[in-house]
């Protein structure tokens, strides 16, 4: 009689605990497995592509054998080939956006595709499909938020010389500005989990985006990782769409804007540096004159390095009041992270 009573007091709290918080998740009082803990998490490999028509199919191919349970998502952005007939043909889901560039396409990826583990990569057929379990195990087993597939060949002939150059020399000036030691930041191989997508704010527009998602994840110390991937050589018959000196352009404009953005303290500092400097160096000579004879010859001098450093004590202010901002802009972000569920506990494992 007494468990009679005592299942009975359960399951009356589980109802009271149903009607007083809806969201909250009672299975435990019922003896039962959650929903969540015993499904493997659903995992979608998203492909943004624009004219890939002549490679689309088989990395379609090759990502369905690696994982034979994903979700694959081709994304066409404003192809003027048939990429969305081969793809779709291929066993792929299609969708479409219409606004040019690599950043627009991952903002839409992320916003319409709902999994626990999202795997990005190009639709080229550059990267290695069978590392992407090993990217997703990351994820599943290790509890991190983003697993990049840093390309172990990058110097060989698979990669322009100019690009490969400009990707390192980028990694050097990344790792001096924001602190993070990533081995390839522009990897377009890469896995994240659910809360990471879900709060990643995904600004760029183009194929600068890389770098956001590297700057997004070194802003919240969010834990990532790197894995070695073969990459190899496009097919024949297919273009890149970069441009060295281009594309290494509108990088640098990023790395400004997003230093502006989370380093304000640092970047106004710099600039107060230089204006201070440029003062001093104007005013030196003034100094000596003064020092020799009591008098100010040059007036305009004096008034522009007056102007200079008080231009440099704004600058330095600015950067002081934009930095407060930046940090509890930085804690609403990890609020927002934090408040996109996980994946749960009981996971250990993911199956392929």
């Not at 005592?6 to 149903?18: I, M, S, V």
């Not at 020399?169 to 890469?190: E, K, M, P, Q």
């Not at 990782?225 to 970069?242: M, N, Q």
């Not at 502006?260 to 001093?280: D, M, N, S």
Request: charged share 20%; with cysteine; proline share 5%.
């Amino acid at each position: 009689m007494g468990d009679i009573a005592g299942l009975a007091d359960d399951a009356a709290l589980a109802q009271a605990l149903r009607l007083a918080f809806p969201h909250l998740d009672t299975s435990a009082l019922r003896g039962e497995t959650p929903a969540s803990a015993a499904r493997s998490p659903s995992v979608a490999v998203v492909i943004p592509c624009f004219n890939e028509a002549e490679t689309i199919a088989t990395v379609v191919a090759d990502f369905r054998a690696a994982l034979p349970q994903a979700r694959i998502v081709v994304f066409d952005n404003r192809s003027t080939d048939n990429t969305a007939d081969v793809a779709r043909q291929a066993g792929a889901e299609v969708m479409f956006e219409p606004r040019p560039g690599k950043g627009n396409v991952v903002r839409r990826m992320f916003a319409d595709v709902d999994a626990d583990v999202y795997l990005m990569v190009d639709g080229d057929g550059t990267y290695d499909a069978g590392s992407a379990p090993a990217l997703i195990a990351k994820i599943v087993e290790q509890r991190i938020d983003m697993a990049v597939g840093a390309r172990a060949n990058i110097m060989s002939q698979a990669y322009r010389s100019g690009h490969a150059t400009g990707n390192r020399l980028f990694n050097f000036l990344y790792r001096s500005l924001f602190g993070a030691d990533y081995g390839d930041i522009f990897s377009g191989y890469r896995a994240f989990s659910r809360r990471f997508v879900k709060s990643f704010p995904a600004l760029s527009s183009g194929f600068e985006i890389e770098t956001e998602l590297a700057v997004h994840a070194s802003q919240l110390k969010l834990p990532c990782a790197e894995i070695a991937t073969p990459y190899g050589a496009r097919p024949e018959g297919s273009a890149s769409k970069l441009r060295s000196v281009r594309d290494g352009l509108k990088i640098l404009r990023t790395f400004v804007y997003l230093l502006k953005e989370t380093r304000p303290a640092f970047f106004y500092g710099l600039l107060a540096g230089a204006l201070a400097l440029l003062a001093v160096v104007l005013a030196v000579p003034l100094a000596e004159t003064w020092l020799e004879t009591g008098l100010v010859p040059r007036l305009p001098t004096a008034i522009l390095c007056t102007g200079l450093m008080l231009l440099s004590g704004l600058m330095m202010t600015c950067g002081l009041i934009l930095d407060s901002l930046a940090r509890s802009r930085v804690e609403q972000k990890r609020i927002l992270y934090l408040a996109v569920s996980g994946l749960s506990g009981r996971r250990r494992s993911v199956r392929f």
